[in-house]
């Protein structure tokens, strides 16, 4: 028996112009996506769902990525996500330097345009020290492993016009901009700060309570407070 198509689509104009209005949602205006691995740890857990802001930098026609107007442009710090073409994936990384800055590592110590980070010890996870890198007037946790480090050493290299570096919070596990090269702007999807929810993936899938709705940078003042009292009481 032939079926009616239109016939189909108007009892169920609804169903359809629901489900239209969230691919339009989900390609242009805002997403959620799965983060499996731990190259953001310990700011993004594996196993987190994070909420995308698409529109923080372009307005894009939907289904497309193509930009019909500029929004905003990445700053230092934002946490970003993009399709990558040089690693054929999409990655989840900070912006670290923005066009026009020049950015070395050395001894796995973070300098951009002459200004070197300082790091305070703030704890440890199973993938070595988590500290806190402050650099300009941004600050951020990141987790280093000095026995195994990805690249301790890179650079000084200038950001091209258009072109962002990036790299993972989890500096010693992370294949970022010092191998896979520059992000060009054309490849951001958008900016994201939020985890939506959370997935132990090392517990059967229980979800984190505490990462529902969590701000990915929200707790940094109280952990340098936490590590200036702790310096101060060993003086």
Known sequence: ???????????????????????????AIADWNDVPSTSMSPTILAGDRIWVNKLAYDLKLPLTGHSLLRLGEPQRGEVVVFDSAAADL???????????????????????NGQQAHYERIGQDADGEIALERIADHQRQVTRAPRRPVQADFG???????????????????IDSRVYGFVPRHELLGRTGTVVFSL???????????????AMDGDLDELAGTAAAGAAGKG
């Not at 079926?3 to 691919?23: K, S, T």
């Open 1 to 27: 028996m032939a079926i009616d198509l239109r016939h189909l689509l108007r009892r169920n104009r609804g169903i359809v112009l629901f489900i239209v209005l969230m691919v339009v949602f989900r390609s």
């Open 90 to 112: 999409r990655l989840v990384k900070r912006v670290v330097a923005v066009p026009g800055d020049v950015v070395s590592l050395r001894g796995n110590r973070l300098s951009i």
């Open 156 to 174: 000084p290299v200038i950001v091209p016009p258009d072109q962002f570096l990036a790299m993972g919070d989890n500096r010693d596990n992370s």
């Open 200 to 214: 132990d993936y090392q517990r059967w899938l229980r979800p984190r309570g505490e990462r529902f709705l969590k």
